[in-house]
């Protein structure tokens, strides 16, 4: 159960995500703004968005993404980087965080990717050499 402090910030977080979406209808748009909005909420570095193919087989990366501008220029470059990198990735359902999560319908936490054997997170990570450890995968709930 949430405490009232919990609860105030859940509400201020999804007005501030309705407030921000509603201004547009372009998708990438719509993914990019909630990225910031979250990543932002949760102090995070680095958002980025997996989306289903027409087809529903595979997922791809999408244009949206968000890096925290705050961080040093070296750490901004690394997660550039670590985008660059995952552009290279197509994830089947089940497979990696973001197919799994795809497939199970429900979130899912890694807390140090570092010491997860993963093929896509290794190989993305090693591709330049950042370590990072929180990670959570997460879907929207109305997509089947």
């Known amino acids: 159960m949430l405490n ?8 201020q977080l999804l007005q501030t995500l309705n407030q921000s979406i509603s201004k547009t209808t372009e998708l990438n748009a ?3 703004a909630t990225l910031r909005i979250v990543c932002e909420s949760i102090n ?3 958002g980025e968005a997996w989306i ?10 999408s244009p949206a993404w968000y890096v925290n501008p705050a961080r040093s220029i070296e750490q901004v470059s690394d997660l550039q980087k670590f985008r660059f990198c995952s552009e290279a ?3 089947s359902p089940g497979v990696g ?3 799994r999560v795809w497939s199970s319908q429900q979130p899912e936490w890694i807390l140090d990717v570092s010491a997860h054997s993963e093929t896509y997170f ?3 990570l090693h591709c330049q050499g950042v370590r990072y450890q929180n990670w959570i995968g997460s879907t929207d709930s109305r997509e089947g």
């Open 4 to 11: 009232s402090k919990q609860a105030e910030a859940k509400i």
């Open 30 to 32: 719509v993914l990019t």
């Open 44 to 46: 995070w570095d680095y």
């Open 52 to 61: 289903p193919e027409q087809d529903g087989t595979i997922l791809e990366l």
């Open 89 to 91: 990735f197509i994830l």
């Open 97 to 99: 965080l973001p197919g």
């Open 122 to 124: 290794i190989a993305t």
